[in-house]
């Protein structure tokens, strides 16, 4: 049956086999003909889901989502199910292509212009309702009950948490109406995986970006259930922040795509609301978008100019409601997208090919709260009462009163940082941590083949503040401030030139530059440079400061003028001799001295 259409029409063999028992059959051909029958009814069954035989209420376990892929690989030539690389699980992460065109290469697409859509699927798998829709839908596409051209290319990741995945129960999901057995949101580190696209500290991290390297999606998706607000909507999405991913897909995704998606969604009954992001507040305020930075998938994805959204089921409707939707918001997509597959290949393309030559690139956006545009929300009226637990007041909905109102919702990011593209940059090859995310992101390096000297332009971190509690695995960052010079670097056969006229460029400097939100900096990636490594003993360092100060005056006279300003320095011998340390060339270089240089 090898890539046959396999509705398999019982109720037409059932009435062929009334025909022949009128005829008095004889035992052989009654015996034939229930054995088709069985063979047929059990082929259907093949591919019946569990969602499906459930009503609705269930979800598969993750052997049976991977056993049900490589039935369809089986039998139909346009599906492959490909094994990618490792997970923390143990357990390796797969990728299903449906390709009607059965190339199954992303060079040759490229070069013919398809377009390639990219799904992910249980990041959270306790919000598990892209991995039912997924099953369906590339089901009925094999069996063609849903249409898809063949100038375009789904590839799907079926589990990508596979270690949540296995992490079953019924009870984590406190706020989630079904299914009846999900998922965990951690992975088998307990990372929450969509904050590890940038820090890349998992093994799923790691595979996804090869995967993504691999396929160039131009249309990304990221299967997520909501928290938050009670409202009507039972899907709510996330486009990716459009001033940040900036250039012609940016604007095609905003004033075409998106309003493409909310008519589809309407006319199959579930009308589409941007992501409730509201927390400890009422939704008929209005609210702000979601601001997906690099750490998040459709952050970093769209650090590469795809296309990206994040679909949002909403957690208090039925289980059976959330997938049904998902699957209805597969078919929005592919009704736009069918149509206009030439312009966002030719959209994401360029933006690619123009961040080779731009000249600066923007960073750490804010939200405006200037020109907010109104947007229809379905919602339920709010209210607050006494608290069976505290007493106190506590908010809630209720479904009785729906109404619908327009709303202000911010969708305005400007950068609060600008940085001008270097020539190069250079990398120490001691950063192998740092050159590995590299590498693994197609970003295009060479080696140095002998010693040599260059002038560059260096960093010296200047200020920044670190969270005072771990976030999945680090002490973040923030407010990052830099004084730049020009200093005589001295770099070594094997250390990396990396240069600024590629593709990548865009991810190379969110990861490089040090002030970057989502900067490997910020992730701790250089942590090691914050502390000093030698130091003194000031009962022998004190002579040699006074040596010091007589030889150099100028360093007095700041000295001075600090005591002067400052009573608490003034009265403090250990500070001012530290201070006369960090202001002597006994003070380490490497201290604060961010290791990767650039050449302008």
Known sequence: MKGANASYEIVYLASKFKKIKSTRMNKISLLAFLLV??????????????FEKSGGTETPKYAEVISYYQNLATDFEQVQIKTMGPTDSGEPLHLVIFDPKRDFNPEKWKSEGRLVVFVNNGIHPGEPMGIDASMMYLRDLCLEREKWSEDMVLAIIPVYNIGGHLNRNATTRVNQEGPKEHGFRGNAQNYDLNRDFIKTDTKNSASFQEIFQWLSPHVFLDNHTSNGADYQHVMTLIETQHNMLGGKAAEYMHKVLTPGLYKEMKQRDFPLVPYVNVWGDVPEKGWNQFKDSPRYSSGYTSLFHTISYV???HMLKSYKQRVESMYALFQSYFAILDRDADEVVRAVEADRKADMAKVSFDFNYQLSKENPVNIEFLGYQSGYKSSEISGKERLFYDRSQPYTIEVDYYDTYVPSLTIKKPKAYVIPQGWHKVLDNLKRNNVEMYALNSDTSMTLQVYKIEDFETLSSPYEGHYLHTGIKVKKAERKVDFRAGDWIVPMDQEANGYIMEVLEPEAEDSFFAWNYFDTIIQSKEGYSAYVFEDLAAKFL???????????????EDAAFANNGAAQLRWVYEHSPWKEEAHMQYPIFRWE
């Open 37 to 50: 029958l069985v063979s047929k009814t059990f082929a259907q069954d093949r591919y019946i889901t569990l």
């Open 311 to 313: 679909p949002e089921a």
């Open 550 to 564: 007589k030889e150099n005056p100028a360093i007095r006279a700041a000295l001075e003028k600090k005591k002067s």
